[in-house]
């Protein structure tokens, strides 16, 4: 099946701890602090691949975490820091913050890469904390946390022409004919239930993609049908050729059909029903198609061209490609709007911290004290008094008096808790 939307879980890898110990050797007075460093926990990067189609693969599973880094050992050892998780995504995928919706990324290259989630880094051994007063220190920190978030993500696939028109135009034929693909082709309304690619190539070497857009109906832009599930795909198409039943065969008129879809494109998104089209009078070997191909021409034809064509039997194919091929030389390369080209998110800068009250409780937010808390070892006497100076030091003191806070009183950052005192 085609799926094109998914939700999923990244977390970077958790830096590893920092650590404790002393030199301790015959021959080397005071020997002091040796504890190393831990390693950098593993990034979660995401990697455009061309040979991928759909996002089925995060159906299945959706939670993604890297390896932590390893942790410092004696003799000003470093921990090995951990390798990057690679998430490969079809090309054409828009990845968002799924609590903001901020947009991370558009993956429109082939080995495109992005990093979604940083790796933290690793606690520094206790050799970082001597200092004259304190030649050997009993502390070390702990390894950053690891980013972590929800992520949506989104296919628009990337072809160079769209087929658009209602169900049982005879796109899905039409593409059958000009290219390998195979599309599931029936007389049935919404025969085709996922989009369908083929590459199309031209005698003289030159080629293309084209795409077929489920068939779009009245009020699709608003939800109606299928085509609404879909027409997102014809976003990054630089030219359209929309499909027309010209012989009426499903009861409906030609004429009609031509601004009912336009309608729908631009409702959707106007900037899609301002790219160039062509039609495409398809069934043409039907009888009742010849008296509808001049009410086109007469409707349509100053404004567009028309290719009279019959998918079925192949009739006026050729012109058709031919034609398109040289549209498209001259036609450039969709950018996405929104494309963020860089290969790591922007963090964007934000207060250290803030201080807020409620139902009695004292909470301390901001990331950058919460990483201090995180790589503390609470459990160490030495590292809560280092804590203690990073408060004050931040100005967490200050700014807890002036919110009111007294002696008792609750202080809440992140999971940890303490009794505030003076």
Not at 91 to 104: A, Q, S
Not at 226 to 254: K, N, Y
Not at 382 to 403: P, Y
Request: charge should be negative; glycine fraction near 12%; charged fraction near 30%.
């Amino acid at each position: 099946m085609f799926f094109d939307k998914a939700r999923i879980f990244v977390k970077g890898g958790d830096g590893g701890n920092g650590c404790v110990a002393m030199r301790r050797e015959k021959y080397v007075p005071e020997g002091g602090p040796w504890g190393g460093d831990g390693g950098r926990g593993g990034d979660i990067v995401f990697q455009a691949d061309e040979g991928l189609r759909t996002l089925v693969d995060f159906r299945y599973k959706r939670h993604y975490k890297a390896q932590r880094g390893k942790h410092g050992e004696g003799k000003n050892r470093y921990g090995l820091s951990a390798d990057d998780l690679v998430v490969r995504l079809p090309v054409g995928t828009v990845i968002r913050d799924d609590d903001t919706g901020e947009l991370i990324s558009d993956l429109v290259r082939n080995g495109q890469q992005v990093v979604v989630a940083r790796g933290g880094r690793g606690g520094r051994g206790n050799a970082h904390f001597a200092t004259p007063n304190n030649k050997a220190p009993k502390l070390a920190e702990k390894g950053e946390p690891g980013e972590e978030r929800w992520l949506s993500l989104e296919l628009k696939l990337l072809a160079d022409v769209g087929l658009v028109g209602f169900p049982n135009a005879g796109k899905s034929t039409l593409i059958s004919q000009v290219s390998a693909a195979k599309p599931k082709i029936a007389n049935y309304p919404f025969t085709t239930v996922t989009p369908n690619l083929g590459v199309i190539r031209v005698d003289d070497g030159r080629s293309f993609v084209m795409a077929d857009i489920p068939g779009l109906i009245e009020g699709a832009h608003a939800g109606a049908g299928l085509g609404h599930e879909f027409l997102r795909h014809v976003e990054r198409t630089r030219l359209l050729i929309h499909v027309l039943d010209t012989a009426g065969s499903e009861g409906r008129d030609p004429v009609e059909d031509f601004k009912v879809t336009n309608r729908e494109l631009i409702l959707y998104n106007p900037v899609i029903g301002s790219r160039p089209q062509v039609i495409v009078a398809n069934k043409m070997d039907l009888p009742e198609a010849a008296e509808n191909l001049t009410r086109l021409k007469e409707a349509y034809g100053n404004d567009y061209e028309i290719f009279p064509i019959s998918a079925a039997t192949g009739s006026g194919l050729d012109p058709l490609i031919y034609k398109v091929a040289a549209l498209l030389e001259d036609l450039p390369d969709i950018t996405p709007p929104e494309e963020e080209t860089a290969d790591h998110v922007v963090h964007r800068a934000e207060p250290r911290f803030s201080v807020s009250r409620e139902e009695g409780i004292f909470l301390v937010g901001g990331k950058e004290i919460k990483r201090h808390v995180a790589m503390t070892d609470l459990e160490n006497d030495e590292a809560v008094e280092r804590l203690q100076w990073i408060f004050k030091r931040m100005g967490i003191d200050d700014a807890l008096k002036e919110a009111g806070i007294k002696e008792g009183d609750t202080v809440k950052i992140g999971d940890f808790e303490f009794e505030y005192v003076e």
